[in-house]
């Protein structure tokens, strides 16, 4: 199984940028996916994840209002819409499938690679 994140990169302040994650080896169509975070020096972070039906999603305070979390189960693929980006974006971020998902918490089976996002100030 491979979690293949992409669309990291070097964005201004109050920027955008979008993140893409394919799954391979095996479909996540019934699972929940999503995004974490770890800026350097820092713990890892939940940013936002989506059930297995996109129905219900999760934002931390950090993404509230600003990134949006989508899914496409027949691409076995999960975004990250990411807008008015700040300095303290910058981090690389990691994308995950599977495991235990209630709101506020996330606990997954699967990681991606990191992508690196670097926002300017």
């Known amino acids: 199984v491979q979690l293949q994140a992409c669309g990291g990169g070097l964005v201004q302040a109050g920027g955008s940028l979008r993140l893409s994650c394919a799954a391979s080896?095996?479909?996540?169509?019934?699972?929940?996916m999503g995004w974490f975070r770890q800026a350097p020096g820092k713990e890892r972070e939940l940013l936002a994840a989506?059930?297995?039906?996109?129905?219900?999603?999760y934002y931390a305070d950090s993404a509230q209002g600003r990134f949006t979390i989508s899914r496409n189960s027949a691409r076995n693929t999960v975004y990250l819409q990411m807008n008015s980006l700040k300095y303290e974006d910058t981090a690389v971020y990691y994308c995950?499938?599977?495991?235990?998902?209630?709101?506020?918490?996330?606990?997954?089976?699967?990681w991606g690679q990191g992508t690196q996002v670097t926002v300017s100030s």
């Open positions: 989506i059930t297995w039906s996109g129905r219900a999603t």
């Open positions: 080896g095996r479909t996540f169509s019934r699972s929940p």
């Open positions: 995950a499938a599977d495991g235990q998902f209630s709101t506020g918490t996330y606990y997954p089976d699967y």
